[in-house]
C-alpha cells in the first residue's frame, strides 16, 4: 500500500482543504487507477468543490478521522476531484448516481472498478447511521465485503451500468417551428405566482429562463420575471449589506439560502438584472446592478486580475465553531450592538429580523421587504457591513475558471455600457487578457489557474464557449480587432475538436481524456449547457463579422436540442432565449457607430444603441474606416457629426445622428 496522501500540489483550493487529511488521497490521474489495479482494490471517488457545507461536514466527520481514514486507505485507493476543476469527470459520474440513486448532489461518492466504471454510488454518508442513512463506514465495509466475495456480480454490474448510460440519446426536432407562445405557457405552469420562481423547495435563481422571458417580453412573460427578479432581491437569498446573491433558497420565499455565493450564479445574474433594468427602469434592479458590481470587485477579484471562484457556505461563528451562515445572520442583540437601540428597532422591522429568528438559533437572514428611506437605509447598511467587517470571513476559492469568468466579462460589458459606468469596462478586458495570457497554452485552453499558474486540467466545450462570447464582446465593446481574431482562434478548436458530426456537440475534446462515456448534455443547470454556449458565442461572431457559416452552424446545433425546448424549457433557456430571438419579431441587430473616441455625441448613441437594441445585437463603436472590422467599412461621418448604422445582416438602414431617431430605428 502507498502510504501518502498527494494534494499538496495540486492548484484546485478545494484539494488543497484536503491535502492534511489522514485519508491517502489521489488526485485524479492514470496512475491512481493503475495502484488500484495493481493492488486489486476497487477506487474510491470523492466529488466536491470549496464552497460545499455538506463536503466540508463529509471531511469534518469521517475524512479527518483517523479510524475511518485507515479503513479507506486499507480497501480502496481514494481520489478526491474538484467538480469545477474537473466537469467532465463530475458529469460522467453524476449521470451514474443519479441513474443509480435517483438523485444526486455533492458530495458525491462513487466507487469504482479499477478500470473507472461505477458499480455503486451516493452523495453525502454520516458517519454513524442516522434518519435512515447508513454511515460511510457500512457503505464502504459493505462494499469491500463485496469485492472480496462477489467480485464477479460487481463486474457484471458496472457493465450494465456503462452501456445503459452509453445508449442515452438526446431528442433533436429543430426550433424554427416551435411554438413561443406554447413554451411560455408550459412554463407557467411551474411558476410560483405568490413568490416568484419556478417551482417549489429548495428553489434557484433561474437566470437562463429569466434571459428567454426578458427576449419575449410578452405580458405573461414579464409577469413571471417581474415577481422572480424583485423576489429574489428583497429576499435572503440576496446579501442586503454587501451585494450578490447565494446559490440557492433552501424555502420557496427565498428567505434561507444555502450561502456559498458562487461566481457563475453572480456572472449570470448581473447580466439579467441589467437586462431588467433595461426593459423596466425597475430602482431595484439598479440596486442590485450597484450592489453586485460592488461586491464582485472589492471581494472576488483576484491579484492577477480575475475573479475567483467561490465564497464558501461556513465561517467561525462568535465562538469559534465553523457554522453555515455565521457571518450573514443577524439577530436584535447584534444589532443593537451595531447601531444602538433606535436604529436597531428600525433596521429589526425593514430588514425582517424576528425575535424568534427566520433561520436558525434565534438568528435571521436580512431581507428587505419594502423600500424604507434612502439615506437613513444607506447610513444603517454601511454602519451594519463595518460591524460584520469584524467576523470571521468565509473563505474564498481563489481559482479562476476560465467559463464562469468569460460569462461574467460579458454581463460585465453590459452593465458598463448599459449604465454608462465605463470603469467597469477595465475589469472585463482585465480579466479577458489573463484569461488569454495564462489559460491558453499550446493553442489550447485550460479550465482553471490558480494565482496565476495554469492548471493541468483541459477546457471543455463550456470554456471554450464562453470566452469565445467574451472575446467577441471584448471586440465590439473595445473596437480592438485582437479579441476577434482570439474568438476565431477559440472557435477553431470548438470546431475541430468538440463537433460530434451530427449538428451537436460534445463537452469534452475529441482527444481528451477517455472516460467510461464521453460527456454530451444539452441540458442548462447550474450554468448554461456547452451547447446552448456555443450556439449563442457562433450567434455573436456572426453578427459581428457578417459571416453567415457562423450562424448556419448556430442553427444546427440548436435544432438538435429542439424537443428539449419545447418539453423542458426550464432546463434550456438559453436555447430558448437563442430561438426567440431569431424566430420573434426583434432579431438581433448590428450597431456601427461612427465618430471621434472622445465625442460626447458618439458616447450617446453607443449608450442609446446598448439600451435600446434587441437582445443579442452587436454595438461597434470605431473611427471612420477603422482597420479590422468589416462592420466599420464604408460608413461616414453625416455632416461631420458621429453617425449611426443600424443593419441587418450588413444591409443598413439610412444613417442618424441623433439618440432619438436611433431609438426610433431600434424600436422599429
Not at 463550456?462 to 462570447?469: I, N, P, S, V
Not at 460527456?519 to 458565442?537: F, I, M, Y
Request: overall charge negative; charged content about 20%; glycine content about 8%.
Amino acid at each position: 500500500m502507498s502510504g501518502r496522501n498527494r494534494l499538496a500540489t495540486a492548484t484546485s483550493p478545494y484539494l488543497l482543504q484536503h491535502a492534511d487529511n489522514p485519508v491517502h488521497w489521489w488526485p485524479w490521474c492514470d496512475e491512481a487507477f493503475a495502484e488500484a489495479a495493481s493492488r486489486d482494490v476497487p477506487v474510491f471517488l470523492s466529488v466536491g468543490y470549496a464552497a460545499c457545507h455538506w463536503c466540508h461536514v463529509m471531511a469534518h466527520e469521517s475524512f479527518e478521522d483517523s479510524h475511518i481514514a485507515e479503513l479507506i486507505n486499507d480497501q480502496f485507493v481514494a481520489i478526491k476531484v474538484d467538480r469545477e476543476e474537473r466537469p467532465d469527470v463530475d458529469a460522467v459520474y453524476m449521470q451514474a448516481t443519479q441513474a443509480m440513486t435517483g438523485h444526486g448532489g455533492w458530495p458525491m461518492t462513487v466507487f469504482l472498478t479499477p478500470d473507472r466504471r461505477p458499480f455503486y454510488a451516493g452523495t453525502y454518508f454520516p458517519p454513524t447511521p442516522r434518519h435512515g442513512m447508513p454511515s460511510f463506514v457500512q457503505v464502504a465495509t459493505a462494499v469491500a465485503d463485496a469485492w472480496r466475495d462477489r467480485r464477479l456480480d460487481i463486474v457484471e454490474s458496472a457493465v450494465k451500468i456503462v452501456d445503459q448510460l452509453a445508449n442515452l440519446a438526446t431528442g433533436g426536432g429543430g426550433t424554427a417551428e416551435i411554438n413561443i407562445g406554447a413554451v411560455i405557457a408550459n412554463l407557467r405552469r411551474s411558476y410560483d405566482p405568490v413568490d416568484g420562481g419556478f417551482g417549489g423547495a429548495p428553489k434557484f435563481p433561474p437566470s437562463m429562463v429569466l434571459e428567454a422571458l426578458l427576449r419575449d417580453g410578452s405580458d405573461d412573460a414579464m409577469i413571471m420575471v417581474n415577481r422572480t427578479c424583485e423576489a429574489m432581491a428583497r429576499g435572503g437569498i440576496c446579501d442586503q449589506l454587501g451585494g450578490g446573491f447565494a446559490r440557492y433558497s433552501v424555502d420557496a420565499q427565498w428567505v434561507v439560502p444555502h450561502f456559498e455565493k458562487m461566481l457563475y450564479d453572480n456572472a449570470l445574474l448581473l447580466g439579467v438584472y441589467t437586462h431588467w433594468w433595461r426593459q423596466t427602469g425597475n430602482p431595484v434592479a439598479r440596486r442590485v446592478v450597484n450592489d453586485l458590481m460592488g461586491w464582485l470587485l472589492r471581494e472576488m477579484r483576484t491579484g492577477e486580475g480575475g475573479f475567483a471562484a467561490s465564497l464558501d457556505a461556513d465561517s467561525l461563528d462568535d465562538h469559534g465553531r465553523h457554522r453555515e451562515g455565521a457571518y450573514y445572520a443577524w439577530n436584535r442583540e447584534q444589532l443593537g450592538a451595531a447601531l444602538g437601540p433606535r436604529d436597531a428597532s428600525w433596521a429589526a422591522e425593514i430588514f425582517s429580523v424576528t425575535e424568534q429568528g427566520t433561520f436558525e438559533d434565534g438568528l435571521s437572514t436580512l431581507q428587505l421587504l419594502g423600500d424604507p428611506e434612502p439615506e437613513r437605509l444607506a447610513d444603517v447598511r454601511a454602519r451594519l457591513s463595518a460591524f460584520r467587517e469584524q467576523r470571521a470571513r468565509p473563505n474564498r476559492d481563489d481559482k479562476v475558471v476560465a467559463a464562469w469568468n468569460g460569462w461574467l466579462i460579458c454581463s460585465l460589458i453590459d452593465a458598463a455600457m448599459v449604465f454608462n459606468e465605463p470603469t467597469w469596462l477595465e475589469p472585463a478586458r482585465t480579466a479577458g487578457e489573463l484569461l488569454w495570457r495564462v489559460h491558453w497554452v499550446d493553442a489550447r485552453l485550460r479550465r482553471t489557474s490558480l494565482a496565476g499558474q495554469v492548471g493541468s486540467a483541459p477546457g471543455i466545450l463550456e470554456d471554450y464557449a464562453a470566452l469565445t462570447q467574451a472575446c467577441v464582446r471584448l471586440a465590439a465593446a473595445t473596437a480592438e480587432p485582437i479579441w476577434l481574431e482570439r474568438a476565431r482562434e477559440l472557435y477553431a478548436v470548438i470546431s475541430s475538436q468538440f463537433d460530434d458530426g451530427k449538428g451537436g456537440f460534445f463537452d469534452t475534446a475529441a482527444d481528451a481524456e477517455r472516460l467510461y462515456a464521453r460527456p454530451q448534455d444539452p441540458t442548462d443547470n447550474a450554468t448554461p449547457s456547452g451547447l446552448s454556449a456555443t450556439v449563442h458565442a457562433l450567434r455573436l461572431l456572426s453578427e459581428l463579422t457578417g459571416e453567415d457559416g457562423y450562424a448556419d452552424r448556430a442553427t444546427r446545433a440548436a435544432a438538435t436540442a429542439g424537443q428539449l425546448i419545447v418539453q423542458a424549457p426550464r432546463f434550456a433557456g438559453w436555447l430558448l432565449a437563442d430561438t426567440i430571438s431569431y424566430t420573434g419579431g426583434r432579431p438581433p441587430v448590428q450597431v456601427a457607430i461612427v465618430g471621434a473616441s472622445d465625442d460626447a455625441a458618439r458616447a450617446e448613441l453607443v449608450r442609446t444603441a446598448y439600451q435600446a437594441a434587441p437582445a443579442g445585437s452587436v454595438i461597434l463603436a470605431g473611427e471612420p474606416e477603422e482597420a479590422g472590422f468589416a462592420l466599420l467599412a464604408d460608413r461616414p461621418l453625416i455632416e461631420g457629426r458621429p453617425t449611426a448604422y443600424v443593419c441587418q445582416h450588413f444591409v443598413c438602414k439610412l444613417p442618424v445622428t441623433s439618440a432619438d431617431d436611433l431609438v426610433a430605428q431600434l424600436s422599429g
